[in-house]
């Protein structure tokens, strides 16, 4: 089996996202506002992250403006490998996604797009989307801003969505130390993406580094099986 990508998010510290890394996740990501607020750090705080990482993993960097110009500004400011735009807040044309990829490789930048699945709807949302972005990522939609609701959705239709979209794509929504095994089983997806699960303290985001490092492990042992 191919090795799975493991992407941790909502790290709101250097020393998580250090202790994290060092577990062995793939991918790091982090939550960028205008002002700290529980899982959301500022650009300073994202900027420190990468810079104390030094390319130690792939940093992803969720920016919290639907603005074209603010994201690219917080992309050279913070300087991460990967851009995550989102439809928990804001809902981004095509056009849009197209045009912030072309401008994000200018600064040899990747640019990864959440969509919801609930249905059908979401694998005609997927391939409408798949030639502008570089990951998809496969959440589950929520009423509570940012995500984190710790709920999965259909694995089917995700599964679907990695056969038909033919670009990697991130599982995430629910996972956690007990069903990520099932989840690869199912999904096969290029990396997954766990938040909810892991954190000690779900309120700022701070994360329970046994339970990662259980994750990892068993994303690693799965792929042995």
């Given amino acids: 089996m191919t090795k799975t990508k493991i992407q ?3 790290i709101t510290s250097v020393e998580d996202a250090e202790s994290v890394l060092s577990l062995g996740a793939d991918h790091i990501g982090f939550i960028v506002g205008r002002v700290r607020a529980g899982r959301i750090i500022t650009k300073k705080q994202a900027k420190e992250i990468v810079e104390t990482t030094n390319s130690k993993g792939i940093r992803v960097m969720v920016p919290l403006t639907a603005s074209f110009d603010e994201i690219l500004s917080l992309t050279d400011y913070v300087g991460p490998e990967i851009v995550h735009i989102s439809p928990y807040y ?7 996604i197209k045009e912030l990829r072309e401008k994000l490789h200018e600064k040899n930048v990747s640019l990864m797009c959440a969509i919801f699945v609930e249905d059908e709807r979401s694998v005609e949302v997927a391939l409408e989307i798949k030639d502008s972005v570089d990951y998809i990522k496969l959440d589950t939609k929520t009423f509570t801003g940012i995500g984190f609701s710790g709920k999965f959705h259909s694995w089917e239709t995700s599964k ?18 007990e069903n990520v095994c099932k989840a690869i089983e199912i999904v096969n997806p290029y990396g997954v993406d766990a938040t909810s699960s892991l954190d000690l303290h779900p309120e700022t985001g701070k ?6 490092k259980r994750f ?8 042995r099986m």
């Fill in 8 to 10: 941790i998010f909502s």
């Fill in 90 to 96: 804001a809902d981004f044309p095509v056009s849009f």
């Fill in 160 to 177: 679907e969505i990695v056969k038909k979209a033919h670009v990697p794509v991130f599982l995430a929504g629910g996972l956690s130390i």
């Fill in 207 to 212: 994360k329970d580094l046994a339970k990662v």
């Fill in 216 to 223: 990892i492990e068993n994303v690693r042992e799965c792929e």
